[in-house]
């Protein structure tokens, strides 16, 4: 019966992460808000970056209120407030300043309350799959857009873009509140029936729980932010302009840009899942060694094509490894720091992710004003993502005076 109970609630934090996901659709909202009210293609990206940004931060806050209050009000709080956000964001006619408020920071809050619940709470229901399990966990944020892009372009082709705001925003609260009611902690000291971890287990992971005034003490903390800062960099800096880079590249109207949106979404959910699987073979590690060594090529390529099949097959294996970042950082932390406090350690390391949306989606944008194409911006990430190749590399297990028998494992035994 535990057996399908932990499974049962996979399955809801599925669901809640693919309702939070569907942020990552912003890119079909982007022509229709600067066609009816003539803002800057920066200016409506701006509610995009400040959303994420937001959600790096009430991350890191929802973790701690977890450990505190258990994970189902975090969660449904995290449903209630995106759905809200998205809702009063349909007054966006009061001007660019309400955007940012409603979608931006009352969205962003419930992004990052609802998000670090799932994270923290499977790997504690997973102790023996986890890097599947935490790929899993947040394979539903990259499938958001496969549902919500297609269904956006169509509602505001019927009812305009800030009625489809309410629409949207009601029925992602419904979603947020149902499947966040859901989550909950295991029993204290739970495990697997039968399950035993192996010796080679063992040694990958820490033999102790840290805190997260620990974790900050330790250099490996911040090598591990800064990893997901520029893998998420990369990924969301096209994620941001999608839409509008297809158009650019192809000719495509909006409806197939859309369409290519939603295929490109798929990357990004598959990546999540299938990186994370990948880590627990060839390590975390190894994992994002080879993430950055594909974006090189992939970044450097796309400006090079104009069929639309091939522009939106780079897009998808880009939007893999982007996934990929999310799927596997969150079974690094817990390797490195142990699950107990996956919640505010994991949090706080997705202030990593509000930066990128800073940084990345408003580099893309500035650069394409000043040049009048997306080629110098993509380019120029495929050479960040050269440099990013060494980091992985050069990081190892933390030691600790409390973990002393957690010796520097050789690279081809880590996980």
Known sequence: MTRLHRWGIALAGFLLQMTLGSVYAWSVFKAPLTHQFHWATPDVTFAFTVAIFTLGIAAFAGGFWMNRIGPRPVAMMGGLFYGLGVMLASFSSHGLGWLYLTFGLIGGVGLGFGYIVPVAVLVRWFPDRRGFITGLAVCGFGAGALVTAPLAVRLIQLVGVLHTFAWLGFGFMVLGLVSGYFMQDPPAGYRPAGWKPSVRVERQRTSHSWTLHDALGSWQWWALW?????????????????????????????????????????????????????????????????????????????????????????????????????????????????????????????????????????????????????????????GMMTISMLLPILVHPPRSHKNPRSPIPPLVSES
């Open 226 to 382: 800064l990893l997901l800062f520029l893998n998420t960099s990369a990924g969301i800096s096209l994620i941001s302009q999608e839409a509008p880079v297809f158009s650019e590249l192809t000719g495509a109207s909006a409806i197939i840009a859309a369409a290519m949106v939603g295929v490109a979404s798929v990357g990004n959910a598959a990546g999540r899942f299938f990186w994370a699987g990948v880590s627990d073979v060839i390590t975390r590690r190894w994992t994002f060694v080879l993430m950055f060594a594909l974006q090189i090529g992939l970044f450097w390529m796309l400006p090079l094509f104009t069929a639309s099949w091939t522009v939106a097959i780079i897009a998808f294996l880009i939007l893999m490894c982007y996934g990929g970042g999310f799927g596997t950082m969150p079974a690094f932390v817990a390797d490195y720091y142990g699950a107990a406090n996956v919640g505010p350690i994991y949090g706080l390391m997705l202030t990593a992710w509000g930066a990128a949306s800073v940084f990345g989606p408003m580099l893309t944008a500035t650069l394409h004003d000043s040049s009048g194409n997306y080629r110098s911006g993509l380019h120029l990430i495929a």
